[in-house]
């Protein structure tokens, strides 16, 4: 059983990597490393969802106040500086 959340999941992933990932890169590593097992019927829209609400410049009415992530020009997601 996975002790991580999807967020931390996600986070593990893009450190891991250290490089911009689509949302589709982070979901195809967790499930590969099995980080997290998914309950969703459309995990990836999950993952694409955490990494959005927590992504700057992305105002969202479900956006969170903390931003972990940020969208780069190519469409693919990074880690912020922490």
């Avoid at 990597?17 to 097992?37: A, D, F, M, R």
């Amino acid at each position: 059983m996975n002790k991580l959340t999807i967020k931390q999941a996600i986070i593990k992933t893009m450190e891991k990597e250290g490089k911009p990932l689509t949302s589709q890169e982070v979901y195809n590593s967790i499930v590969k490393h099995n980080l997290y097992t998914f309950g969703a019927k459309d995990p990836k829209a999950v993952v694409n969802s955490e990494i959005r609400q927590h992504c700057e410049g992305l105002d969202l009415k479900t956006s969170k106040p903390e931003k972990l992530f940020k969208l780069e020009k190519d469409g693919k997601y990074s880690l912020l500086p922490r």
